[in-house]
């Protein structure tokens, strides 16, 4: 596993894993493994046909005034389009365990499928389209940041998110999951 931090400001008070600063860049590179009842890897894929033990990802945070996360996948399934969404809890053993997604304002109802609620602007989907090889890549862009310790995952989903209303927000199954230390 490689684990990667670089550090351009260091603004944000938040309690982080060991070595990390808050305010920092994050950046997380690593190859899926296979979820099993351990405790969870990095990054884990529940559907190792559409995301194979060995592909990789990397996730990037970057810091500022709003929130810049960017998605990479190398190696999945070739030319299919994932949902892919920031969650609040970290990945485990098991596709649910990593919670609903994040949310600015956190819908009262949940699972969240109001558009209100669950839609681009109030939620980080970083849906991606992988070319011939298996690989893309994709980035969102916020005006508002992570609450400490709320946004924990990033879930690639079975296929592109949903916006109508009553499925608003839905991408099928939790194919893979990555943890994230969000600041």
């Not at 989903?157 to 839905?170: C, K, N, R, V």
Request: some cysteine.
């Amino acid at each position: 596993m490689s684990f990667l931090v670089s550090a351009l400001t260091a603004s944000l008070a938040v309690v982080l894993p060991l070595g990390m600063v808050a305010g920092q860049d994050v950046t997380i590179e690593d190859s899926f493994r296979a979820a099993g009842g351990r405790p969870a890897q990095q990054a884990v894929t529940f559907d190792t046909q559409a995301v194979p033990v060995g592909s990789e990802v990397t996730v990037t945070e970057r810091v500022g005034d709003d929130t810049y996360v960017e998605l990479r996948l190398h190696g999945v399934q070739a030319n299919r389009t994932f949902g892919a969404h920031v969650h609040q809890k970290p990945c485990g053993a098991k596709p649910n365990d990593s919670g609903p997604h994040y949310q600015n304002a956190t819908d009262p109802e949940q699972p969240s499928t109001n558009p209100a609620y669950a839609g681009p602007h109030n939620e980080v989907w970083l849906d991606i389209r992988t070319d011939g090889h298996g690989d893309g890549a994709t980035a969102a862009v916020q005006a508002w940041r992570f609450r400490a310790g709320q946004a924990r995952s990033v879930v690639i989903h079975e296929h592109a998110t949903h916006t109508g209303a009553g499925a608003a927000g839905t991408a099928g199954t939790r194919l893979a999951c990555v943890n994230v230390p969000f600041t």
